[in-house]
């Protein structure tokens, strides 16, 4: 995993997402990007094509296509996703690390960037390998305590099992449900993304691919993220130039 708490890490991001002429480069590309995904260009190209107009590091390149998606993505993503009141009773499929990372990014001072599907996301990433972090034992308990309030019967983590120490977070995740008396059950699966699509149920997850394959989602991260104070939030939602169909 990147190291996602470093002091130098994030006053680099400090420039790269927190300076206004930054800023500006980013939004003209992300309008760029939409217009170009709108009308079916591949997605690799186009975000070469954006990145290097604007003169994009690769940082910034990542977090230009979580941000993106086209107007057809969109839609879809919007029509399947529920309210926090439909989440009474129901048994909901947490995309475990994705969920968690955004939770652990965000409570590190780290910077969360907001699609245009509404969805957070940030610029860490899971190479093979995840370690925990100072937040991350804080990030879990906020999740199971927002689920907790929002009255779902039970939650089901679906971690990835070829990453290295995801053993040992199910363990920690048992541990911390036992404690909190949390509803949970932790699986780990070789692919968990085909596993949350081919269950059919309700899911939380950031991930593009799985937002447009699953039948309903609700957008934990944004929701708890959006009661956290001092969040670094970069989104461009308000001040586009284009509309969003």
């Given at each position: 995993?990147?190291?996602?708490?470093?002091?130098?890490?994030?006053?680099?991001?400090?420039?790269?997402?927190?300076?206004?002429?930054?800023?500006?480069?980013?939004?003209?590309?992300?309008?760029?990007?939409?217009?170009?995904?709108?009308?079916?260009?591949?997605?690799?190209?186009?975000?070469?094509?954006?990145?290097?107009?604007?003169?994009?590091?690769?940082?910034?390149?990542?977090?230009?296509?979580?941000?993106?998606?086209?107007?057809?993505?969109?839609?879809?993503?919007?029509?399947?996703?529920?309210?926090?009141?439909?989440?009474?009773?129901?048994?909901?499929?947490?995309?475990?690390?994705?969920?968690?990372?955004?939770?652990?990014?965000?409570?590190?001072?780290?910077?969360?960037f907001e699609g245009l599907d509404g969805c957070y996301r940030d610029i860490s990433s899971v190479h093979g390998s995840y370690r925990t972090v100072q937040t991350t034992e804080e990030a879990l308990v906020l999740i199971g305590k927002t689920l907790q309030q929002l009255q779902l019967q039970k939650v089901i983590w679906v971690f990835d099992a070829p990453v290295s120490n995801s053993g040992k977070l199910k363990g920690a995740c048992y541990e911390l449900a036992g404690k909190h008396h949390f509803p949970w059950e932790i699986l780990l699966e070789n692919a968990p993304d085909k596993y949350l699509i081919e269950n059919s149920g309700l899911i939380c997850s950031s991930d593009g691919w799985v937002l447009n394959e699953c039948k309903s989602w609700f957008n934990l991260g944004a929701y708890i993220i959006n009661q956290l104070p001092a969040v670094k939030l970069l989104s461009f939602n308000n001040r586009l130039t284009i509309k969003l169909f």
């Open positions: 995993m990147t190291s996602r708490s470093s002091t130098a890490m994030n006053a680099a991001d400090d420039l790269l997402f927190g300076d206004p002429e930054s800023q500006e480069k980013l939004q003209h590309a992300l309008e760029d990007l939409y217009y170009l995904l709108g009308r079916d260009y591949p997605v690799k190209a186009s975000l070469a094509l954006a990145g290097n107009r604007y003169q994009l590091v690769q940082r910034q390149l990542q977090a230009l296509q979580g941000m993106a998606c086209s107007a057809n993505e969109r839609s879809i993503r919007k029509n399947t996703e529920l309210s926090p009141d439909a989440l009474k009773g129901e048994t909901i499929l947490l995309d475990g690390f994705n969920v968690l990372i955004i939770l652990e990014t965000a409570l590190s001072g780290g910077f969360v």
